[in-house]
């Protein structure tokens, strides 16, 4: 038996996957995303196509040091060796995201810099701690350290950008369309455009990008989030990279 492992935000996990191409009322959607739990997402595809088990750790509203934090946690156990082959498949999400300890709460908290928080904490976040160019090369030093680590576990791993093209110092050999500009998979879908007006900082939603997969009936029009056309399209882009027939 083979799995699939899949980390990212809600582009991986499958919001919105479930929204049909002949559209439905919000109502309707609101239900269905919640039933079906994002079955027609391109991870879904993908491990259907190849006969492949998919175990998601991919979360809404994710950032990239909560699924570090999530794969740390699970490759310190021992559930990845019951399978025959290994494959994980990584979308790295917006360097504006954060994930906090809440004292108050008990458990871990997401933060969006684009969003607004009663608690002002993503302003202070904004305004006093987010540098983006301090967090890209501190995700490429983690894409390193993960691409070395998944080496010695002798699993084959791969990486994508979702809706931000990054200049990493390290240029990993598992980086998905590694050599193309703009790289991320957003782009990719409108055509290898890039969106020069956009601010990392901002809603991914608030993209020039976004709107032409609105136009193109590629987004739902309540979260606009992929559809499940969209998902499709992302599972074939990223089918011929990944090498599902990789045996250690």
Request: charged share 30%; hydrophobic share 30%.
């Amino acid at each position: 038996m083979n799995a699939l492992i899949t980390f990212g935000c809600s582009w991986t996990n499958g919001k919105a996957s479930c929204y049909p191409r002949e559209g439905m009322s919000e109502d309707e959607f609101s239900k269905k995303k919640t039933r079906e739990n994002y079955n027609c997402s391109f991870r879904k595809i993908l491990s259907e196509r190849h006969n492949y088990v998919n175990i998601n750790h991919a979360a809404c509203g994710s950032s990239n040091c909560k699924q570090f934090r999530r794969a740390e946690e699970y490759f310190n156990t021992d559930d990845y060796k019951k399978y025959d082959n290994v494959i994980v498949l990584w979308g790295l999400t917006s360097t504006a995201r954060y994930e906090l300890w809440d004292l108050t709460k008990k458990k871990y908290r997401d933060y969006s810099l684009g969003k607004k928080n009663p608690d002002n904490i993503a302003s202070t976040l904004r305004d006093e701690h987010y540098d983006h160019n301090v967090k890209v090369k501190r995700l490429s030093t983690q894409i390193k350290h993960w691409d070395n680590y998944f080496r010695m576990l002798g699993l084959k791993n791969y990486w994508f950008d979702t809706f931000n093209h990054h200049d990493y110092d390290y240029k990993s050999p598992n980086m998905i369309c590694v050599d193309d500009n703009p790289r991320d998979i957003l782009s990719k879908l409108c055509g290898g455009i890039k969106d020069d007006k956009y601010h990392h900082s901002k809603r991914v939603r608030d993209s020039e990008r976004i709107k032409i997969l609105e136009k193109k009936n590629l987004v739902n029009p309540y979260s606009l989030h992929p559809n499940v056309d969209c998902h499709i399209m992302i599972a074939d882009i990223l089918d011929k990279f990944v090498n599902f027939c990789y045996y250690k």
